[in-house]
């Protein structure tokens, strides 16, 4: 566990640092947007491309494990939603433990691939990132129209009308079609094309990483609840246990399980907020179970990662 550790510790470290800058004023308040929106339009569709048209894919038991993070995160979504009533979640609370329970921080997920299982990891987590982001955004905009706090019906409506419409068109799923078109053609690695969108894809951990720091609310974590605790465990430790035992039904083992159960382990990724706000949701929830889920995965990634190896 203790190698595991170690590799992931300069992940966390990059992500306390963009803390550290944003609270210095390193970097200008008003220039956090526009690094985040550059990661997440540039930066990371060149990492998955680049990835992606590296590997033989035909190589890989991507079927199956993407059948283990689909159950996995069938299963968190079924544990939120049989707690609900138990425990007196209001609507909107239930929408930001649900979605924490569920949706995760790709970046973080990328970073700790690589710098645990090198081009091989990054290759299955773009696979991966492929089937659980769709799902998520269903799961969680299906979610928000059932309880979130929206008066106006055709709002949400629209709303989910407008999810569907950014799957299509969301860069990651983009990048993850044009690297597996690549790959699968035959056609790999364009020259001079492909050499300028790997430079490009060298600035998306680092960049990711320090946005995720930046994008802390400490003081929502101070005031963490049951919320927060309960949508933590579900999220750290119970999504990534079902995703294994899925995995071991399936007969999926070895890099596959590892990454299968290392993305479902994954702290809630900073869409969620926007999400709460846009539909409805308990947004100032939501921002404490980001704070403390990334934190709290710290010590709770590497353990899953060394069990599930």
Known sequence: ?????????????LILFGQGLRRCAVIPESAWPSLDRLTYL?????????????????????????????AGIFAGAALALAVRRPIGLDGP?????????????????????????????????????????????????????????????????SGVGAVVSGILRNPIIIAVAIGAALNLSGIGRIPVIGDVVGILARAALPMGLLSVG??????????????????????????????????????VDGLPLTIAVLFNALPCSASSYVLARQMGGDHALVAGIITVQTLASAATLPLVVALAG
Do not use: H
């Open 93 to 157: 609370a239930f929408t930001s433990v649900f979605q924490g329970a569920i949706r995760p921080n790709t970046y973080v997920g990328l970073a700790g691939a690589g710098a645990l299982y090198g081009s091989a990891g990054l290759t299955l987590t773009a696979v991966g990132i492929a089937v659980v982001v769709p799902l998520v955004n269903l799961l969680c905009v299906t979610a928000m129209v059932r309880y979130g706090r929206v008066a106006d019906g055709a709002a949400q409506r």
């Open 214 to 251: 930046a994008g802390l609310d400490l003081a929502a974590a101070r005031g963490a609840g049951f919320g927060v605790a309960l949508s933590s465990v579900l999220k750290l430790l119970l999504v990534p246990a079902a995703t294994a035992l899925a995995g071991l039904w399936l007969g």
């Open 42 to 70: 540039l930066f990371f569709p060149c990492l998955i491309v680049d990835e992606l048209t590296r590997t033989d894919l035909r190589a890989l038991s991507m079927g199956s494990m993407g059948a283990t993070m689909a």
């Open 1 to 13: 566990m203790l190698p595991i550790a170690g590799a992931l510790a300069p992940i966390f470290l």
